[in-house]
Each structure stands twice: as C-alpha cells, then as structure tokens.
C-alpha cells in the first residue's frame, strides 16, 4: 500500500497541467481521435491550465496576503484556521485510504456511464481528492475501511449527477461546449445555493435590479468594464487591508489583469478540448443512439467569467465580517478566500450573472459554510496532524472548501450516527 501511496502521489505532484494532459490523450486514444490530433489537444489543454493557474497564483498572491493583513488590521480572534484547500488536500491524500480513491473512482464513473446513471465523464483527477476527502473523513470518525470507501462512491455519484443537472446552465451560461462541472467543493455549494439563490431571486425589487456585467457595462461604460469592475473590487479590498495609496494601485492593477486574462485562458484550453467532445460524441452516436456524455472538467474554468470573479471578490471581505458577527462560528477564513470565485461556479449561471444576486445567495452559503467549517474542526485537525502544523494563536484547523462543504459535512454526519448505531 506504502508504494501505491508514494506512486500516487508522485503523479498528483506532478499537477494538473500534466496529468490532465496525460488523461485527455488517453480518452482520446480511447474514442478514436487520430493521434496526432489527439496529442495537440492533450498539450493545448495543458498549455490552458498553466494559463490560468498563473492567473490564478496573480489572484491568490494578492487577495491571500491582503486578507491576512484585514485579519491583522481588525484583530479578529477566532480559534479554527481556515488553512485553505491545499493543506487539506495534503492531509488528504497523506491518509492511506486515499491511494485506492483514484481507480475506484475511475471505475464508478466508468460503471456510471455504462448504466446510464450519469452522462459526465470526469476527467478531472486533480479534484479526485475530494472524494478522497470524504473516504478519509469517514475513516478517521468510524475506523470501518469499506464504509469510509462508500462514502467515497457516494460523494462521488451525487456530483456526477449535479454535474448532469446543471450541465445546460453551465454549457449556456459560460460557452463551454458539452462540458459539466463536477468538483466537488463547486457541487456542494451549488446544492445549497441555488435554491437560495432562487428564493432571493423572487424576492420583490431584489428580483427587477440588473446587475449582470452585461448591463452594468452597457449602463456605465467604459467604468463597467469586467477589467474596472477588477481594478475597483481589488482597489477597495487592498484598501481594507490597509494598504499604501501605491500597494492599493498595484492590487486594483493586479485584479484588472486577472478580470482580463482569465477569459482568454479558459478560451485556449477550451480549443483543446473541442475535439475530445466532438470525438467522444461521434463515439457515443456510433454505438448509443441519442446518447450525450458531458466532459467533467474543474471548476475553475467558471472564473473566465466576469461575473464568476467580481462576485467572488466582493464575497472575500463580506465573510470576514461574517466570520467575526456570526453566532457558533469559531474559523477564522484565510487559506480558501482566493477559492470563493470556484465557490460560486454554479451559482452564476443559476442566477444569469446577476452580480447583487449572486453576492446576496453567496453571503448565505459562506455563513453557512462558516458553520459547517467550525462543526469539522475536531476531525480536520486529525487528519492535518503530522501533514500541517497548528498555525499560531489557533487551536483546530478546517477549512472552507472541504470542512464548509455540504457534502463532505453529511459524510462526516453519517459517519457520527455509523457510531451511534454500531458502536
């Protein structure tokens, strides 16, 4: 097990931009796409995501240090660190359940399709370690290996069938072609705010505000600009921090930028991916009449629209506040706060974009997941032991992108009442 471990994650160091290049070339072998062909959208897709994973190290080097600084500035004094989805996963997959999450997840989707229980291929086996998460949450709690493994199967089948659900939206909304969104922590925010979502939305006058980039563009101009509507959300958040007139105009500039080339890098992993779709339903109609399958692709994807990240900026500041004036809540948010732009991902096309929609919805869930965070400490900080040291001045770590998950807190709800029964 020690050598499946070590393989496994010598592979997952490896990162996305070369594992999934390295899946896509063999999916594509598999549906026949000629290989040379197959090779150029292999390579283009990772060329794609390292586009947008230094897009995304431009968002978290600015908004991580910034929040830091509000956390220093207003002297919050919480007792749970959030220590942010990479420590975590770290944790995660140091557990050695997590080794054998990878092919069984491969074989449930693979199960799933043949059964018609899904439509999403899940190519994305970077966020695997959600479901490894799960596994691991389950096995710490009970200590009963083949019930920590379904809990995994279960996590992972209800975001292959969210992912179908939310598909149209998500493929109409974003202009991604045949492509679902299947990570785990996108899913389970989703699961909660798209009903809140769509209760805020009939709220009366909330329901007749406009405020999709689209309109708040065509109503201002050039200062509704997806690249102003950046350089305004990190100006002010820079300002929060306390930061110099300078430093404030270096974060506005470093966010414009981000509003500015996240779209265009989401575009040229997307020209690697169109013949993988196309090849996989020619594939499909051979065979399976009428049948459709949906690329299960990371939600980050959802952060090339403007909408995805202003709101996801706006939400950083607004769960600090919540994380200090919120009854029960013990988790000071730091490590995922550069992760709420993913938080959202189905919460947009749910909400058409509407900009004030989606930051009320958001308020909800992240106050939620504050919660949910604060109720995962205690076994979040096993699994981090020996992985993740306590922070300073913290005494349990969780945080918002697995401990605030709705889905992975049923896991660890199901786990507790396992105990109850069989204990």
Same mark, same amino acid.
Request: hydrophobic share 55%; with cysteine.
């Given at each position: 097990?020690?050598?499946?471990?070590?393989?496994?994650?010598?592979?997952?160091?490896?990162?996305?931009? *070369?594992?999934? #290049?390295?899946?896509?070339?063999?999916?594509?072998?598999?549906?026949?796409? $000629?290989?040379?062909?197959?090779?150029?959208?292999?390579?283009?897709?990772?060329?794609?995501?390292?586009?947008?994973?230094?897009?995304?190290?431009?968002?978290?080097?600015?908004?991580? #240090?910034?929040?830091?600084?509000?956390?220093?500035?207003?002297?919050?004094?919480?007792?749970?660190?959030?220590?942010?989805?990479?420590?975590?996963?770290?944790?995660?997959?140091?557990?050695?359940?997590?080794?054998?999450?990878?092919?069984?997840?491969?074989?449930?989707?693979?199960?799933?399709?043949?059964? $018609?229980?899904? $439509?999403?291929?899940?190519?994305?086996?970077?966020?695997?370690?959600?479901?490894?998460?799960?596994?691991?949450?389950?096995?710490?709690?009970?200590?009963?290996?083949?019930?920590?493994?379904?809990?995994?199967?279960?996590?992972?089948?209800?975001?292959?069938?969210?992912?179908?659900?939310?598909?149209?939206?998500?493929?109409? =909304?974003?202009?991604?072609?045949?492509?679902?969104?299947?990570?785990?922590?996108?899913?389970?925010?989703?699961?909660?705010?798209?009903?809140?979502?769509?209760?805020?939305?009939?709220?009366?006058?909330?329901?007749?505000?406009?405020?999709?980039?689209?309109?708040?563009?065509?109503?201002?101009?050039?200062?509704?600009?997806?690249?102003?509507?950046?350089?305004?959300?990190?100006?002010?958040?820079?300002?929060?921090?306390?930061?110099? *007139?300078? $430093?404030?105009?270096?974060?506005?500039?470093?966010?414009?930028?981000?509003?500015?080339?996240? #779209?265009?890098?989401?575009?040229?992993?997307?020209?690697?991916?169109?013949?993988?779709?196309?090849?996989?339903?020619?594939?499909?109609?051979?065979?399976?009449?009428?049948?459709?399958? =949906?690329?299960?692709?990371?939600?980050?994807?959802?952060?090339?629209?403007?909408?995805?990240?202003?709101?996801?900026?706006?939400?950083?500041?607004?769960?600090?506040?919540?994380?200090?004036?919120?009854?029960?809540?013990?988790?000071?948010?730091?490590?995922?706060?550069?992760?709420?732009?993913?938080?959202?991902?189905?919460? *947009?096309?749910?909400?058409?974009?509407?900009?004030?929609?989606?930051?009320?919805?958001?308020?909800?869930?992240?106050?939620?997941?504050?919660?949910?965070?604060?109720?995962?400490?205690?076994?979040?900080?096993?699994?981090?032991?020996?992985?993740?040291?306590?922070?300073?001045?913290?005494?349990?770590?969780?945080?918002?992108?697995?401990?605030?998950?709705?889905?992975?807190?049923?896991?660890?709800?199901?786990?507790?009442?396992?105990?109850?029964?069989?204990?």
């Amino acid at each position: 097990m020690n050598a499946l471990t070590h393989a496994v994650q010598y592979f997952l160091n490896l990162g996305p931009s *070369v594992m999934l #290049p390295v899946f896509i070339f063999i999916i594509a072998l598999i549906f026949r796409v $000629k290989p040379g062909k197959a090779l150029r959208s292999g390579v283009t897709i990772g060329i794609g995501m390292i586009g947008i994973n230094l897009v995304l190290g431009l968002l978290s080097d600015n908004i991580g #240090p910034a929040a830091q600084a509000m956390v220093t500035r207003f002297g919050f004094h919480l007792t749970i660190i959030d220590v942010g989805w990479p420590g975590v996963s770290a944790g995660t997959w140091a557990q050695p359940i997590s080794a054998a999450i990878i092919p069984l997840a491969v074989i449930v989707n693979i199960v799933m399709l043949l059964l $018609k229980l899904t $439509k999403t291929m899940d190519v994305d086996i970077w966020n695997y370690w959600h479901f490894a998460a799960a596994a691991a949450t389950a096995l710490i709690v009970t200590g009963n290996f083949w019930f920590a493994l379904a809990m995994a199967v279960l996590y992972e089948a209800a975001c292959l069938i969210f992912a179908d659900k939310t598909s149209p939206m998500v493929q109409k =909304y974003y202009g991604l072609e045949d492509v679902s969104f299947p990570t785990g922590s996108a899913v389970a925010m989703g699961m909660v705010g798209i009903p809140i979502g769509w209760v805020i939305g009939k709220i009366p006058g909330i329901n007749k505000i406009k405020a999709d980039p689209e309109s708040i563009q065509k109503r201002f101009g050039i200062f509704g600009e997806p690249w102003v509507m950046g350089f305004v959300i990190g100006a002010i958040i820079a300002a929060l921090a306390g930061y110099d *007139v300078g $430093k404030i105009a270096q974060v506005g500039m470093n966010m414009a930028g981000v509003m500015f080339l996240m #779209p265009r890098m989401v575009k040229i992993l997307m020209e690697g991916l169109i013949p993988i779709s196309e090849g996989a339903q020619e594939f499909l109609q051979s065979r399976f009449k009428d049948r459709k399958i =949906y690329i299960g692709m990371d939600a980050a994807l959802s952060t090339g629209s403007p909408a995805a990240l202003s709101a996801g900026l706006l939400l950083v500041p607004i769960t600090l506040f919540l994380a200090v004036v919120l009854p029960g809540n013990r988790v000071l948010p730091f490590g995922d706060l550069a992760t709420i732009p993913f938080f959202v991902a189905l919460i *947009v096309p749910s909400r058409k974009g509407n900009i004030f929609q989606i930051v009320l919805t958001g308020t909800v869930v992240m106050a939620l997941a504050l919660l949910m965070a604060t109720d995962f400490g205690s076994v979040m900080t096993q699994m981090m032991q020996g992985v993740v040291n306590t922070p300073g001045g913290a005494t349990e770590m969780s945080n918002l992108d697995t401990g605030g998950n709705l889905l992975n807190w049923l896991v660890l709800k199901l786990s507790q009442l396992w105990n109850l029964v069989f204990h």
